[in-house]
């Protein structure tokens, strides 16, 4: 064994904590076996809510000078850490399709019951409270967070000629409903850039 | 046309950023598509690098509080945002693999090169700067993000029975020096609750 520095001796405090996180940071695993409507931009295959959370973080890190006044970046890139963990119990519920969205938010509270509990007991309710934040969608933080979650998708569909939007027949009225809304509302900034593209794509397709 | 609140005027600055930021953002969903030696917990495939950027996110913002004085997660969690994207053009280089390093080091700042300039130059400024503090692994921040980097695998292998282990006939020996030696350095509480579960794992194949 060539180990040689001293270990720190762990308080069973420490160890309990320890354990206790690993065993969610494990089971968190499972989110990269979570298939979304939406394709990669190459169309090789469909992607899964890890990947697109680490992307949508890329999203919210690179456009936060478009988030309004009183964002804290930090807080909304913790949201969208942990905002898609959920499916791994609840599966996700594509924005186009036809959901159940009282009993989507049964499940997917169930799933926030047992997914952040793993944690120890101060940290589960930090998280919880933090995904609770984000599906109300009440706070600026929330709104800009539901803004960047909605802006990952048509911007890759703009690119690969239509994506999810031909599979689900979808019309500009229900962009502007569906996509416009929450982002206009958390980055109108990005709703301003994006709408004009998106009024080109569907006048010409 | 539903839409009906009004769309904010750009200047001519914010639709060329935009276009930059959105440009560079679509480019790097093809991380989505670099695989790793490491495999899914429920071994179905090999893991991604985008994948794998969120997992160590989540590894890094639960496991703060093991994390040395001075420093600042919001940091760690940028760079280990962005500390992959370089593999769109380098791949990845499996710790336990023969890799040139030389030649990858060369390779990953070409990339470095070309995909952060991608951004609006401030930006491109700021990421390349934060690549190459986590890639010097100097400042506390960077010390802390290695860490986190290499402690995710490990943790996975011991619940899948070993995993890349097996397949490039590691020992105890290479990982006290590959993997110990980083994690002691940026975050020895974890290596403390680590390092016995490696002992008795290693002792027992």
């Not at 509990?117 to 539901?146: G, M, S, Y």
């Not at 031909?166 to 996509?179: A, I, L, N, P, S």
Request: net charge negative; glycine share 6%; hydrophobic share 45%.
């Amino acid at each position: 064994m060539t180990q040689s520095a001293p270990l720190p001796d762990l308080t069973a405090d420490q160890h309990d904590r320890l354990n206790r996180q690993m065993a969610f940071l494990r089971e968190a695993d499972k989110l990269k076996g979570i298939l979304r409507a939406s394709r990669l931009l190459d169309n090789s295959r469909h992607e899964n809510s890890a990947e697109h959370s680490w992307h949508i973080m890329l999203y919210a890190c690179v456009l936060a000078e478009h988030a309004g006044d009183g964002v804290d970046a930090t807080r909304v890139m913790q949201m969208l850490l942990i905002h898609d963990i959920v499916e791994i119990d609840a599966g996700d519920a594509p924005i186009h399709g036809h959901v159940d969205h009282a009993a989507m938010a049964l499940k997917e509270a169930a799933a926030a019951d047992r997914l952040f509990n793993l944690l120890p007991d101060d940290q589960a309710r930090d998280f919880r409270a933090l995904w609770d934040e984000f599906e109300a969608a009440q706070t600026p933080d929330a709104q800009f967070a539901k803004a960047i979650d909605r802006t990952q998708t048509p911007v890759g569909n703009l690119h690969s000629g239509g994506g999810t939007w031909t599979e689900y027949d979808v019309t500009m009225d229900q962009m502007d409903t569906r996509v416009g809304v929450p982002i206009q509302r958390g980055a109108p900034v990005i709703w301003a850039w994006l709408r004009p593209l998106l009024v080109s794509f569907f006048a010409n397709r």
